[in-house]
């Protein structure tokens, strides 16, 4: 038994594995906390183009680098990077200086940064930078610049509502780089917006989300893998990917990993008589992924069994009742 999510498993569960670690991976561990220092003289360095004072950078910026650098790459900053220097330096004064850098500046060099390990290793950074307009000193505009959205008035309402309809253009989750992403990160800081600043309307979030899936669908390349579709994945494909995740995680994956979303996704549909309606939406789910009818062993084949069934005798069969 199984989905059209099967192929997929492994590099969906190591794609959202790096996400979490990207969210949570603390930085070494560091001496106590020492007296703050004054600030010092600016060290640049050589690979970005923004001026960092790495005698500035504290946990808390260095965290902010690593995280801006680490999204750009689509992997943890190498050795000699930006990042990888900016901890060095919170390793040796944690709480930073008196005055801290500035963060867009931060921001501009950890994504410069990006750019240039990048294009030393041969490649583009695995973020989808090279979709952004560059006006200049290296600086990058994100999604939602790029479509005049301003994050600052986009709270959790207005988040949910960028991804339920970027996704449903895709047909799969938004990824990292997209509107839907960056909106969901920005809710995170502000669950109602910021105050006082005025909540994007509802016309221009759809519209937005709707040419950022344009975008996003365009840029995809032939081996980018597809997100893990919920809706149709199978027990067992979901205990795979549970699996695959711990192992690279070292723990169980948290609430909010593409993990749990399919443990949950699979506990909701197993609760539930197997319907007609149920094993449509299946069935034009795996249709659509796959190009081509599902095969007899596949989640929608045998959902639209047991709701054949379940018709003819009033039964009451689930999916969970097939092993699905």
């Known amino acids: 038994m199984t989905s059209s999510n099967a192929p997929f498993l492994e ?34 360095t050589a690979s970005t183009t923004a001026s960092i004072d790495l005698n500035s950078i504290g946990e808390e910026e260095a ?5 801006e650098e680490h999204r750009a790459l689509g992997y943890r900053p190498p050795g000699g ?11 040796r004064h944690p709480e930073g200086s ?13 994504e410069a940064e990006a750019v240039r390990i990048a294009g030393e290793l041969g490649g583009q950074p695995a973020y989808k930078m090279d979709h952004w307009t560059v006006p200049g000193k290296g600086r990058l505009l994100t999604a939602a610049e ?18 339920s309809e970027e996704h449903s253009e895709l047909g799969y989750r938004p990824p990292a780089g997209s509107l839907a992403a960056e909106a969901q990160a920005a809710a995170t800081h502000h669950p109602q917006g910021e105050p006082g600043v005025e909540h994007p309307d509802p ?12 975008r996003v669908a365009a ?15 199978t027990k067992q494909e979901a205990q795979l990917l549970e699996s695959y995740e711990h192992k690279l995680l070292g723990y169980t994956p948290p609430s909010g990993s593409l993990a749990a979303q399919a443990q949950a996704a699979v506990a909701r549909r197993g609760a539930q008589p197997a319907t007609k309606e149920l094993a449509a ?4 789910e795996e249709h659509r992924t796959l190009g081509y009818d599902p095969p007899a062993d596949n989640i929608a084949v045998i959902a639209q069994s047991l709701a054949d069934q379940n018709a003819m005798d009033g039964g009451t069969r689930t999916l969970a009742d097939a092993g699905v």
């Open 11 to 44: 590099k969906a569960a190591f794609l959202d594995a790096m996400r979490i670690l990207q969210d949570t991976e603390p930085l070494p561990p560091t001496k106590s906390a020492s007296a703050l220092r004054a600030p010092r003289a600016p060290v640049t």
């Open 63 to 67: 965290r902010k680098i690593v995280s």
């Open 81 to 91: 990077s930006l990042a990888a220097q900016a901890q060095a330096a919170a390793a």
């Open 98 to 110: 008196l005055i801290s850098p500035n963060e867009k500046a931060m921001i501009e060099a950890a």
């Open 146 to 163: 790029t479509l005049g959205i301003d994050l600052r008035g986009v709270g959790k309402n207005e988040a949910q509502q960028i991804m």
């Open 203 to 214: 016309i221009t979030l759809v519209e937005a989300a709707r040419e950022d899936a344009q």
């Open 219 to 233: 840029e995809r390349e032939p081996d980018t893998v597809p997100c893990i579709n919920v809706h149709t994945i």
């Open 281 to 284: 939406f299946l069935y034009s």
